[in-house]
Structure formats: structure tokens, C-alpha cells
């Protein structure tokens, strides 16, 4: 770990308040892989319907690249968790990168781009602000909750943003050049 890692985990460890776990671990939840499987599920079945296949296509490119780079990762560093010490609850697995914040990102990165894509004016604002708030309050859980250091949410982030941009060039191309017509 580095300096600002320790130093962070420390801080928040000492400021950590039993009322305000709660919400965080149900903040944290959002990131999960059965919220973000569910509602990716949901949305790909949707975007099915609708015969929306270009963003179909990105959202699976944006969720399902994240999921395995970010498996692949862990496997390969395999970068253990903050000491169960700081843990606000118990998790085993590899630390880095985190899956949370990159899987959040991703997923609701790409429902903000649909939003910015699809909605009127004042909606195509208002959820992609709420989407980064929702992203960075994930991210911050797994801080607080002493289950990552800054660098495991950082390397998310930046796994969940490299294949959500991935995912949006996917849908635009594909709805500028489709291949199913």
C-alpha cells in the first residue's frame, strides 16, 4: 500500500460511526455484483424489447469487459484486503482492482450516457449527475467500510472507464454502421 492508502484507511477508520456503516453498506450493496447483474439484466432485456441492439451491444461490451478484466486482475495481483482489523464487515476475496467501484461505473455510467442520449433536456442532466454521485458514494463505501485502499478504487474506476468508453464508441458506431439491417 502506498502512503496516501494508509493514511486514508487510518482517517477513515478513526471516523468511522456505527450509524453511518449502515448506510454505507447499503450504498455499497449498489455496486455488488447481484445489483449491478440485476439491473444490467433488467436494462439489457429492455434495450432487447425494444430492439435497441447498438445500445445493447455497449452495455454488454461496458459491463461484461469490466467484470472479466477486473476478475483477471484480481487473479493476477491478487493484492490482499486492508487487515480485517479496519473491515467493517468481513470480505475475502482480492482487493485490487475493486469491482464495486468499477462495475458501478460502468453500469451506471452507461445509464447515464442512455439518459444524456435519449431524454429530454432537463432529465439528460439530472441523471448522469445522479449517476456520478451514486458511482462516487459507491466507491467512498468501500473506503470507508475499511474494505479497499484508494489505489484498489482508483485502478476501478479506471477499468469501469476505459470499458465504458468502450461501450458507448461500440453503440454509436453501431448506430452510425449497423450490421443487423
Not at 45 to 74: D, H, N
Not at 83 to 101: I, R
Not at 104 to 120: D, E, H, R, V
Request: hydrophobic share 50%; with cysteine; charged share 10%.
Amino acid at each position: 500500500m502506498s502512503g496516501i492508502d494508509t493514511y486514508v484507511l487510518e482517517a477513515l477508520y478513526t471516523l468511522r460511526d456505527p450509524s453511518i456503516v449502515q448506510f454505507f453498506i447499503g450504498i455499497t450493496e449498489l455496486g455488488s455484483t447481484l445489483a449491478i447483474g440485476g439491473v444490467a439484466l433488467a436494462l439489457g432485456l429492455y434495450l432487447l424489447f425494444r430492439e435497441q441492439l447498438s445500445y445493447f451491444a455497449g452495455l454488454c461490451v461496458s459491463v461484461m469487459g469490466t467484470t472479466v478484466t477486473v476478475f483477471i486482475l484480481k487473479e493476477f495481483i491478487e493484492r490482499a484486503r486492508p487487515d480485517t482489523l479496519y473491515q467493517a464487515y468481513l470480505e475475502t476475496s482480492f482487493a485490487f482492482p475493486s469491482g464495486h467501484a468499477a462495475l458501478s461505473l460502468a453500469l451506471y455510467g452507461f445509464i447515464a450516457y442512455l439518459a444524456w442520449k435519449n431524454l429530454s433536456q432537463t432529465r439528460s442532466v439530472v441523471v448522469p449527475l445522479l449517476a456520478a454521485l451514486l458511482v462516487g458514494l459507491v466507491g467512498f463505501s468501500r473506503l470507508y467500510l475499511g474494505l479497499h485502499v484508494v489505489s484498489d478504487v482508483l485502478a476501478g474506476y479506471a477499468v469501469g472507464v476505459i470499458f465504458l468508453a468502450l461501450g458507448i464508441w461500440i453503440s454509436e458506431r453501431l448506430k452510425r454502421h449497423p450490421f443487423w439491417s
